[in-house]
């Protein structure tokens, strides 16, 4: 088990890619790091979401982040290596990736699940991140030390009814990242996942929406995780599911 300091770690010096960073836990992350002195990359499919964020980090001092808008429904294999070639030009690594955006898709019965919805789910949830990953390597290497974390889930360890395609995606999340934990055991890239738990965003509302939100852990409860897994205090933690 994985204990997380209270204190507050640096991210001095660090540059960070967050996917899904105009919304929820990804915008929260975004200024968390942002506030605690790193670089971000901020990427997502909305750009005035996007622009928001960028807004609200420069207005609290924050360093200047750059904003990929990119839908990862959409993306090619060609965006992410262009995406590996403009870090290393502009920053010369890369020292952390939040692998963040998701869907959700439509909970319902696994007879019902439509073969297009399955596909989007997979390739927002699961295919870009892998081949994001994969085109990040170079970037990855270049730094120190980096911190690769993916965003699993609870159904993503024990499925459940309903959740099928969401499940799926979160499963095989935690599946790529042990594989990639363990090739890269001897190089100077950590691979772990983070499970927020139930946490006050738009996806929570759409999956459950006659919830009482007050009961809710917002997004900035589960902050002191996410910057633990981001910074140098994390160094040696490597191939974890960790819960917020
Ligand atoms: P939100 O729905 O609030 O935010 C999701 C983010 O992902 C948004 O910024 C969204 O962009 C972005 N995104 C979605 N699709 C794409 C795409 N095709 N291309 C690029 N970006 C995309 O979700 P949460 O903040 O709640 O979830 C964050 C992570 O935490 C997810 O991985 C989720 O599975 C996980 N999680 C959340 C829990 C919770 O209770 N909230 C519990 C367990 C896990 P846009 O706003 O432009 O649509």
Partial sequence: MVRIPSNNSSLDQKIIL????????????????????????????????????YDSIVQAGGLE????PLDMNGA??????????????????????????????NLCPFNEIKPEEWQEVLQVNLTASAFMTQALIPSLKAAEHASVVFT????????????????????????MMQVLADEYKNAHIRFNCINPGATRT?????????????????????????????????IGINGQSINC
């Fill in 18 to 53: 967050i996917t899904g960073a105009g919304d929820g836990i990804g915008k929260q992350a975004a200024l968390t790091f942002a506030e605690m002195g790193a670089t971000c990359i901020l990427l997502g499919r909305t750009v005035s979401k996007l622009e928001a964020t």
């Fill in 76 to 105: 090619t294999h060609k965006h992410y290596l262009d995406m590996n070639t403009t870090i290393l030009s502009e920053y010369g690594r890369l020292d952390g990736c939040l692998h963040n955006a998701s869907v959700l898709g």
């Fill in 152 to 175: 699993s889930s609870g159904v993503g360890r024990q499925g459940r009814a309903f959740w099928g395609t969401y499940a799926v995606s979160k499963f095989a999340t935690e599946g």
């Fill in 202 to 234: 738009a996806m929570r509302a759409k999956a459950f929406p006659a919830e009482d939100v007050t009961t809710l852990k917002t997004p900035a409860d589960i902050m002191p995780t996410y910057s633990f897994m981001m910074s140098d205090e994390s």
């Fill in 65 to 68: 982040p750059a904003i990929v």
